[in-house]
Antibody, heavy 119, light 110 residues
Framework: QVHLEQSGAEVMKPGASVKISCEAS????????MHWVRQAPGQGLEWMGV????????KSSQMFQARVSLTRDTSTSTFFMELSSLKSEDTAMYYC????????????WGQGTLVTVSS | QSALTQPASVSGSPGQSITISCTGT?????????VTWYQQHPGKAPKLMIY???RRSSGVSNRFSGSKSGNTASLTISGLQAEDEADYYC??????????FGSGTKVTVL
C-alpha cells in the first residue's frame, strides 16, 4: 500500500522560497514517478511537474518552470518540491502524487501541505 | 497550457444519469488516450476514478464510465447517488509530455 506523508503547513512571506517534503513508503521507490499538484482555496487542480525517482530528471509546467525545483533523496525515499519567489497567488494546498511509472495516471496522493503566502 | 474546459456545475436527481464534458485541443485530449477522471469530496484529496479514457480504477462502481471523441472526453455517472456529489476533474497527458487538468465540475444530487 503506497503511503505518501507530506511535511506540515507553512506560512511564508512574499518573495521567499518554500520547500515541501513527501516521504514515500509501501512500495519500491524506483517504481513511481512523483508529481506535484496544487489547489488554491476554492479553485481547481493544477499540475506543477514530475520527477523520475531513478534519473532525477524533472519536467515542469511552463507556468512554474523558472520557479519550481523537484528533487529526491533515495536514501530516505523522500521527494522535495521547492517553489521560489512566492506570491500571494501561490497560497494553496500542495499535493505530492504518485504515478506507477508509465501508467500516466495518479493513483496515490499525499495528504497535502497548505502553504500560505502573506506579508 | 490552458486548463481543459469543463462545465462549472452539473446536477441530477437520484437514479438519473449525468454526463460531464472535458474539452481540450489537438495537443492534449485529441492527442492522448491518457485521459483520466478524478473525484474530490470537500476537504479530501482527489480519488482516481477513470484512466486511459474509459478504464475504471479498482473498486470504482460500474456506474461510472468514460469516453472520448476528438478533443472532448466525457464522464457519465448513471444511477446517480447522494455519495456521487463531489467535484470532478479531468486531466490529459499532452504532446509536450506534461499534464493539464480540467477546470472542474461540481456535481449536485438534487
Amino acid at each position: 500500500q503506497v503511503h505518501l506523508e507530506q511535511s506540515g503547513a507553512e506560512v511564508m512571506k512574499p518573495g521567499a522560497s518554500v520547500k515541501i517534503s513527501c516521504e514515500a513508503s509501501g512500495y519500491t521507490f524506483n517504481n513511481n514517478f512523483m508529481h506535484w499538484v496544487r489547489q488554491a482555496p476554492g479553485q481547481g487542480l493544477e499540475w506543477m511537474g514530475v520527477i523520475s525517482p531513478y534519473t532525477a530528471n524533472m519536467k515542469s509546467s511552463q507556468m512554474f518552470q523558472a520557479r519550481v525545483s523537484l528533487t529526491r533523496d533515495t536514501s530516505t525515499s523522500t521527494f522535495f518540491m521547492e517553489l521560489s519567489s512566492l506570491k500571494s497567488e501561490d497560497t494553496a494546498m500542495y499535493y505530492c502524487v504518485g504515478e506507477v511509472a508509465g501508467t500516466y495516471y495518479f493513483d496515490s496522493w499525499g495528504q497535502g501541505t497548505l502553504v500560505t503566502v502573506s506579508s | 497550457q490552458s486548463a481543459l474546459t469543463q462545465p462549472a456545475s452539473v446536477s441530477g436527481s437520484p437514479g438519473q444519469s449525468i454526463t460531464i464534458s472535458c474539452t481540450g485541443t489537438t495537443s492534449d485530449v485529441a492527442y492522448s488516450n491518457h485521459v483520466t477522471w478524478y473525484q474530490q469530496h470537500p476537504g479530501k484529496a482527489p480519488k482516481l476514478m477513470i484512466y486511459d479514457v474509459s478504464r475504471r480504477s479498482s473498486g470504482v462502481s460500474n456506474r461510472f464510465s468514460g469516453s472520448k471523441s476528438g478533443n472532448t472526453a466525457s464522464l457519465t455517472i448513471s444511477g446517480l447517488q447522494a455519495e456521487d456529489e463531489a467535484d470532478y476533474y479531468c486531466t490529459s497527458y499532452t504532446i509536450s509530455k506534461t499534464y493539464v487538468f480540467g477546470s472542474g465540475t461540481k456535481v449536485t444530487v438534487l
